[in-house]
């Protein structure tokens, strides 16, 4: 089976969303013509089961589906990196194994949450799932499980089959460090969508993200910006897009951006519970500030769904 190198998994890359319908339950269909829409915006590649995957208030066997499905959508024409992240070391191998088994080109993981893993913990935790599989393995790096040292992060790079690091964190500093420590093949992700031109000027290889499933065009265009070294351009975008980002974070921002998703017309149905549905009021104020960053822009936001409006 042919695999994407790591080192040729770069650019726009959305954590995708999964797809569930009015009951809750993962819907391949809707994941399937996610994956064609995007594939259609010109991303690089794709991140599932992650955090804006909602992974983990999935099942283990809905996840492996909801990874088979993606995988066949995808047919090897872009990278595929399954998150196979659990607080559990057999659990996420039992996913890494399975990952690699369905033809992902890459596994990653937050290091274990909940129970305060000290720094042996967490290396043994990456060592161990990384040691079970022959695709690598890209590190998360993310505050909601704890930001990990840079000196942990070194060490745990340090295992054979550790190729990267998805950084979610404003320490660009820190990042652009680890870049320049662990050389240009091992690939740093920046994670976070309103810094993504701060992240590629530091040094970033791609960009992993959540609004990328909303804005797939917005950070091709300034991925592709910042590749010709005109980080200027690419800023002036940002600033538009990180508007809007910074708008619906106030409230559970999957739920909106899945209604927005739908709006354009690709049907990503709803969230898990405990996320809550948008009210209609909390939409009405979503679409009138849209327009209104519309009208401020004088109808070019680099925003597709937005310039449509």
């Not at 949450?113 to 890209?138: Q, R």
């Not at 930001?147 to 089959?161: Q, T």
């Not at 519309?294 to 769904?305: L, P, R, S, V, Y």
Request: charged share 25%; proline share 3%; net charge negative.
């Amino acid at each position: 089976m042919n695999r994407f190198d790591i080192t040729a998994i770069r650019g726009v890359i959305p954590a995708m969303v999964t797809t569930f319908d009015k009951n809750e339950e993962v819907d391949l269909q809707r994941a399937r013509a996610l994956v064609r829409y995007l594939l259609e915006s010109g991303v690089h590649g794709l991140y599932i089961t992650g955090s804006t995957g909602e992974g983990f208030l999935m099942t283990a066997q809905e996840r492996k589906a909801y990874t088979e499905t993606v995988i066949d959508e995808v047919n090897h024409r872009i990278p595929v990196i399954v998150h196979v992240g659990d607080i559990g070391t057999k659990k996420s191998i039992d996913l890494a194994k399975h990952a690699e088994e369905a033809g992902a080109d890459a596994i990653s993981s937050v290091p274990p949450f909940y129970f305060k893993f000290n720094g042996d913990d967490v290396f043994n935790y990456y060592k161990d799932i990384a040691e079970s599989v022959s695709i690598p393995m890209v590190v998360y790096n993310i505050s909601l499980a704890g930001l990990m040292s840079n000196s942990l992060i070194k060490r745990i790079a340090s295992v054979e089959n550790v190729k990267g690091l998805k950084y979610t964190g404003r320490e660009h500093d820190d990042m652009c460090a680890l870049k320049q420590e662990l050389g240009p093949d091992f690939l740093i992700y920046s994670g976070c969508d309103e810094m993504a031109t701060q992240g590629l000027l530091a040094g970033a290889d791609g960009l992993i993200g959540s609004t990328y499933n909303l804005m797939p065009d917005t950070f091709v265009e300034i991925y592709n910006l910042a590749m010709k070294g005109d980080y200027v351009a690419a800023f002036e975008i940002q600033k538009i897009a990180t508007k809007l980002i910074h708008y619906i974070v106030q409230w559970d921002f999957f739920p909106i951006m899945k209604n927005l998703i739908t709006d354009t017309g690709v049907d990503c149905g709803i969230s898990r519970r405990p996320f809550a549905a948008p009210t209609k009021e909390i939409m009405d104020k979503v679409y009138q500030f849209c327009k209104d960053l519309k009208k401020e822009h004088h109808g070019k936001t680099h925003i597709a769904f937005i310039d449509r409006m």
